[in-house]
Every structure is written in C-alpha cells, then in structure tokens.
C-alpha cells in the first residue's frame, strides 16, 4: 500500500481507502450479507488501507463496521464519520427552522460513537452541505463542533459536498477560505475534472487533506450507463457528435498496465499530488482487490489525462451518477 499526508492532521492515510455510503453502503443497497461485508472491511485492512468512511446516516453502516471491527487495534486505522446538520437537503430555503439542533449534533455523534464501538472518531465531518445552507450550517455547527473536540470526542474536523447540488465546489469553496476544516471530501473522478481548478490547489496550499469521493460511481462503473451518458452529453451539445465512439466510449483509456475504465478512474484520481485518499464505495471483495491493485499501478499516461480534461472540463458539472 501507499502511504499519503492527510494535509494538516499529520496522519498517514492510505492511498484507497473503504467507504461505506454511496449507492453500495457496504452493500445494504444490494443485499449483501453483513458477513460478507465483514469480509470485505477485513480485506480492506489485509490490503493495507487504514482509512474507513461513515455516516450516521449510511442506515446500519456504522454498526455493521464497530461489528466488523471488533478486536482490531482502534490505533490501526483512521475511523471517518459524519454528521448531517441539514434536515432536508433538497429544501432550496435555508433558513433557522431547516439546520437540526446543537443538542442533535451531540446526540448523533454520541449514537455514532455508540455503534462504531469507540470512545472516539479520528474524523468528523459536516455531511453533504449544500451551499445554499454553508453559511448557516457553520456559524450553528462548526462551534458546538469545536466544544465535542474538547470533550475528545473527535479529533479533527472535517466537511464534505453534495455531488448531485454542488457542481461548482462553492461548498468547499468557502470552506477552504474559512479555514475551519482539517479534511475535505470532494467529488473527482475523469468525468468530473474541475476541482483540478481551484478545490485541489487550495487545499494542497493550507494543507487540507483531502478524500475524493464518486471516483467511479455508477456511471463509470458500469459500461451501459457510461454510453447513455457520453450519449446525452453529446445530444445535449455538451460534447461533439463525434467526440466519443458509441460504444465503449472511454476504451481508449484501456492500454497498457492500466486494465479497464474503473481501472483508469482509480489511477486518475489518485494522480493528482492534492489527493490523500480516494474512497472506494465497494461491498464486493473482488472489486476491491482489483481497485487496489488500480490505485498502486503505474499513472494514467499524461495524454489521456489531458485528453479528459479537454473533454470533460468545459461541461461545468458533476458526472457519473
Ligand atoms: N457527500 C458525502 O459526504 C458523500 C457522498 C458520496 C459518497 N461519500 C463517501 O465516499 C465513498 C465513495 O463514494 P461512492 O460509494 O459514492 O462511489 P464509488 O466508490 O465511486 O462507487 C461505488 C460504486 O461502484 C461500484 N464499484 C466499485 N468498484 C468497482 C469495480 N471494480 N467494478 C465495478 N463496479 C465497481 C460499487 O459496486 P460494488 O459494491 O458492486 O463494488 C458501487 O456501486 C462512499 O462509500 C462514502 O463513504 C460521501
């Protein structure tokens, strides 16, 4: 395994490292057996990777991994929560009566700490803030935040966008010119270059450390949904008709040591030096084993890299849902 600075923490992370949310949460989404998902965080820690991404709200996620976890030395690995302070993400009107309480964040935190089995999370972070509520959700939140860290609940703290309402970053954005936050978690993947533009950067000059999350999804992951996209892309002007072959339109990234498109979506995301973690959402052992072996193979070649870049960087937001 790779070992990355997780910006001003000062922790040792590893290049890959488990999610549990996403479309998979350790494969709730799927109906895979909890034992099997046990198997795959137990993978995860025989394959080197430290850090493991939750959310009080991934449904059972947190109490599937405080299950899973059991008897391994809670100094071995990097334990990454979250807290959701909004009531209704898809409520455009922020406002006082749609942030949850100071007393729900102390309770949510103490119900995570609870079912991960632990007196204490490495990293808690504000969970999908939409900007339209940043403002709000820092001046009620980023206090009592500061207090549960003086109670040694967590140790540092972090903040993380929505990928489906934040296609321009503002989120971290102003979190960054903030300088609150310890980690961010950012939205990255070849489809989706622009946090190359300024999240990135930003974040590697105050030394933020950074997880990408959706480096493959579902659109990436899977070839028919990856040609309806580039498909609609192309019908809806966003790219030239002739821009991309119909079928296998990203193939072309699949030369060489680099295996397959999820292949180059790893290698890409890992590629940039701003990067700490890239999180994999899997609940598959397979998958994570060939997402390893990805993440630790040679670089996307610097021509394909900028060829995406030229592709996808103009369409100014967020791809592969
Ligand atoms: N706002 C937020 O804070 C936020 C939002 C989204 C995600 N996250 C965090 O980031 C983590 C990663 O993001 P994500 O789960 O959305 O996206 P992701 O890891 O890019 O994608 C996960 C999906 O890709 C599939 N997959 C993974 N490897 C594959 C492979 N080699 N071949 C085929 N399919 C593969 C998984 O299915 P299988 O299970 O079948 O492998 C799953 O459906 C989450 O788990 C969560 O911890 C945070």
Known sequence: MEYRRFGRTGLRVSVMGLGSGGPSQLGQGSGVAEADAARVVRRALDLGINLIDTAADYRESEAILGRALQGVPRESYVLCTKFNPVRNRNNQRSGEEGLKTEAEMAESVERSLSRLQTDHVDLLQLHGVPPNWYDAVRDRFVPQAQRLQSQGKFRFLGLTET???????????????????????????????????????????????????????????????????????????????????????????????????????????????????????????????????????????????????????????????
């Open 163 to 321: 990928f489906a309402n934040d296609d321009h970053h503002e989120t971290l954005t102003r979190g960054l010119a903030d300088d609150l936050y310890d980690a961010m978690m950012v939205g990255y993947n070849l489809l989706t270059p622009m946090p190359e533009e300024h999240v990135l950067p930003e974040a590697q000059r105050r030394d933020v450390g950074i997880l990408v999350m959706c480096a493959v999804r579902r659109a990436i992951a899977r070839p028919e949904q990856l040609e309806t996209l580039i498909a609609s892309l192309k019908a809806g002007g966003e790219l030239p008709l002739d821009a991309l072959p119909e079928q296998g339109p990203l193939d072309w990234l699949v030369h060489d040591a680099i295996p397959s498109v999820p292949a180059a979506a790893y290698a890409f995301a890992a590629g940039h030096p701003g990067v700490s973690c890239v999180l994999t959402g899997t609940a598959n052992v397979r998958h994570l084993e060939d997402n390893v072996a990805s993440i630790l193979g040679p670089p996307l070649p610097e021509a394909d890299r900028e060829r995406l870049v030229e592709l996808f960087g103009p369409i100014r937001r967020n791809l592969g849902n």
